[in-house]
């Protein structure tokens, strides 16, 4: 039994029958449905002691649920046990959703509770459109958490950084004159952007308000003569003040953005992106008059990097690349002779990253899974709950770094002793698959669901899959996670896609996970690029970014056609050539070897 858990989730239901709630939604949000969050905003963590990225707590007087996707399986039933809290497995067959669970067991007239500061749009509007029927009351103004949870942290606050103009290919005015261009394409009189990774493109400046994401908390405002940064006082500094009268952006409180909204006298057309924007700001906006709902045109603007950019993506990426060298040459050395536990495994590479020149953080928390422990794609380990590495089976490590000049992520899997032949085959086919999709040669105009095959090809021709996308794109000193760009498999009605277009980075990451046994991924990140254009079309290829062994002792050969064979050689190839001038001696000739030819 959880009694921690328990006590909470039961102080909840008391708060909510004073408050005359029914069901109370917990989402894993902040204001601005960013994917990671600061301390504050883990009430749903809090109260569920789920420490996933992802999942939704709905709390009744009879049940708990938590909803969470397919990476977070084996690391949700483990962390829910004796909670009481029931799992739901997103996308599983017979899974309600929860607007479908919330339509079933809702009595007619009954009150939803909810922050809507931190419910997107997009959901809220699902929600309302499913509970139309009972008359559900929507109580969006219930912040249950000061309530019961005594000891919740402050709101995060790190002062602004302005990049130099140099390292982001476009200053801040030619950026906003692009988007008041979108603006009145998309007949639009106003832009209230929430999404924050937008607003620090958009105005070239930095934060440090998300765990591993340079972010400051902010919205802003834009119309066709003025613009509005509604940021904290307490992270505004002089460079941001003198950057800000520089390019005409009016700098706000970020406590006052709704009043400003509701008291604005202009009459405007206002352009918001319901999948970013809070539920509780988008009924503001709709109270106050005209809005329309569109994709923020940021988004696609910062996806597709200029060529400043990918200059500094392609140096930074090397340096990273050398450091993950390092790490699997000092694992490899060690393993065995020192006791290294995923934890200390972890932490000197985060350190090895630390010493590169420009790093600012990670991009994320570096993932180190042992053996079975890596059958969890976004296992944590801790210091009181770590596994110690052997001369045997495999170590999963993702991670990354954010520089100026570049977020890095890379994937490998490293064989440290003997392992199954079956672990060889799965392996095998994953590193096949992520070769398959780094060679495509593809049409303009296709998506990341035109491509994800080839890099899943070898699993399913095994019966097996792996239950998450292929890729993703990746942020310019911004979000590990980016969009529109991605590769995945699964039509969803509704979901957005985005055309890979020339200039967008994406991960290529397929894997194997066998639960209680291992897990596999190896992961790259490519540059999208026009190739050769006639009669048929513009045709595209990728550029690779990330420049890592993949570890011979875990590829069985036989397994492998030759053109699989000659791909796996080409890339090694370019790894040697392209890292061995940044390793020292020992290391080159460790390099050697690890990149000879099969």
């Known amino acids: 039994m959880n009694q921690v858990i328990q006590e909470r989730i039961t102080a909840l239901r008391k708060v909510m029958e004073r408050e005359g709630v029914d069901y109370y939604m917990v989402p894993t949000a902040d204001f601005h449905n960013s994917e990671y969050v600061d301390q504050y905003f883990k009430m749903r963590e809090y109260l569920s002691g789920f420490t996933g990225s992802n999942g939704t707590l709905v709390v009744s007087a009879g049940e708990a649920g938590l909803w969470t996707d397919g990476r977070y399986f084996i690391q949700a039933e483990n962390e829910l046990k004796g909670t009481g809290i029931r799992l739901f497995r997103m996308l599983d067959e017979g899974v309600p959703t929860i607007q479908e669970y919330l339509q079933a067991n809702m009595k007619e007239g009954q009150t939803l509770g909810f922050d809507g500061r931190v419910v997107d749009t997009a959901?809220?509007?699902?929600?309302?459109?499913?509970?139309?029927?009972?008359?559900?009351?929507?109580?969006?103004?219930?912040?249950?958490?000061?309530?019961?949870?005594?000891?919740?942290?402050?709101?995060?606050?790190?002062?602004?950084?302005?990049?130099?103009?140099?390292?982001?290919?476009?200053?801040?005015?030619?950026?906003?004159?692009?988007?008041?261009?979108?603006?009145?394409?998309?007949?639009?009189?106003?832009?209230?952007?929430?999404?924050?990774?937008?607003?620090?493109?958009?105005?070239?400046i930095r934060g440090g308000d998300a765990e591993c994401n340079p972010v400051a908390l902010s919205y802003a405002y834009l119309t066709a003569k003025e613009c509005f940064l509604f940021s904290q006082e307490t992270e505004v500094t002089d460079a941001l003040r003198e950057h800000a009268a520089k390019y005409g952006i009016v700098l706000k409180?970020?406590?006052?953005?709704?009043?400003?909204?509701?008291?604005?006298?202009?009459?405007?057309?206002?352009?918001?992106?319901?999948?970013?924007?809070?539920?509780?700001?988008?009924?503001?906006?709709t109270e106050k008059g005209e809005c329309r709902d569109a994709k923020n045109p940021t988004e696609l603007m910062k996806a597709v990097k200029n060529e400043?950019?990918?200059?500094?993506?392609?140096?930074?990426?090397?340096?990273?690349?050398?450091?993950?060298?390092?790490?699997?040459?000092?694992?490899?050395?060690?393993?065995?002779?020192?006791?290294?536990?995923?934890?200390?495994?972890?932490?000197?590479?985060?350190?090895?990253?630390?010493?590169?020149?420009?790093?600012?953080?990670?991009?994320?928390?570096?993932?180190?899974?042992?053996?079975?422990?890596?059958?969890?794609?976004?296992?944590?380990?801790?210091?009181?709950?770590?596994k110690e590495l052997e001369a045997e089976g495999m170590l999963l490590v993702d991670s990354g770094g954010q520089y100026l000049g570049g977020t890095t992520d890379v994937t490998r899997t490293i064989v440290l002793g003997p392992v199954s032949e079956e672990i060889r085959e799965h392996f095998t086919a994953v590193a096949v698959g992520m070769l398959q999709l780094t060679n495509a040669r593809f049409l303009y105009g296709c998506t990341g669901r035109n491509l994800d095959i080839l890099a899943r090809q070898p699993m399913w021709d095994r019966n097996i899959d792996y239950k998450c996308g292929t890729g993703h794109g990746v942020?310019?000193?911004?979000n590990v996670h980016e969009g529109p760009q991605g590769i995945r498999w699964r039509f969803a009605e509704g979901q957005s896609e985005s055309v890979i277009e020339a200039g967008m980075d994406v991960t290529n990451e397929p894997g194997v996970y066998i639960e209680g046994s291992h897990g596999i991924r190896t992961e790259n990140v490519m540059v999208a690029r026009n190739g050769v254009k006639n009669?048929?079309?513009?045709?595209?290829?990728?550029?690779?970014?990330?420049?890592?062994?993949?570890?011979?002792?875990?590829?069985?050969?036989?397994?492998?056609?030759?053109?699989?064979?000659r791909m796996l050689n080409e890339y090694h190839k370019a790894v040697y050539e392209k890292i061995s001038p940044l390793l020292t001696e020992e290391e080159?000739?460790?390099?050697?070897?690890?990149?000879?030819e099969i």
């Open 253 to 285: 409180k970020y406590d006052e953005t709704a009043d400003f909204l509701k008291n604005r006298t202009e009459k405007e057309c206002v352009l918001y992106d319901g999948r970013n924007t809070s539920y509780a700001l988008y009924r503001t906006l």
């Open 588 to 596: 080159r000739l460790w390099l050697k070897e690890e990149t000879r």
């Open 475 to 478: 942020g310019y000193i911004l």
């Open 308 to 386: 400043v950019e990918l200059a500094h993506m392609e140096e930074v990426y090397l340096k990273d690349s050398a450091a993950v060298c390092r790490f699997i040459y000092w694992l490899k050395k060690n393993v065995g002779k020192l006791k290294i536990t995923e934890v200390t495994a972890a932490d000197y590479l985060d350190h090895l990253r630390s010493e590169i020149d420009g790093y600012l953080d990670l991009s994320f928390p570096t993932i180190a899974g042992y053996k079975e422990n890596a059958a969890m794609m976004h296992y944590e380990a801790t210091p009181d709950n770590c």
């Open 123 to 204: 959901f809220g509007c699902r929600l309302e459109k499913a509970l139309s029927d009972k008359k559900i009351i929507f109580a969006y103004d219930k912040d249950l958490a000061d309530e019961v949870w005594a000891d919740r942290p402050g709101l995060p606050s790190h002062p602004v950084m302005v990049l130099e103009e140099a390292i982001c290919g476009r200053t801040a005015g030619e950026k906003m004159a692009e988007v008041r261009s979108a603006m009145e394409k998309e007949g639009t009189d106003a832009f209230l952007l929430s999404k924050l990774d937008d607003i620090m493109w958009l105005f070239n």
């Open 535 to 565: 009669g048929d079309g513009q045709f595209m290829y990728f550029d690779t970014l990330t420049y890592v062994p993949i570890d011979l002792e875990g590829i069985n050969p036989s397994l492998m056609e030759p053109g699989q064979i």
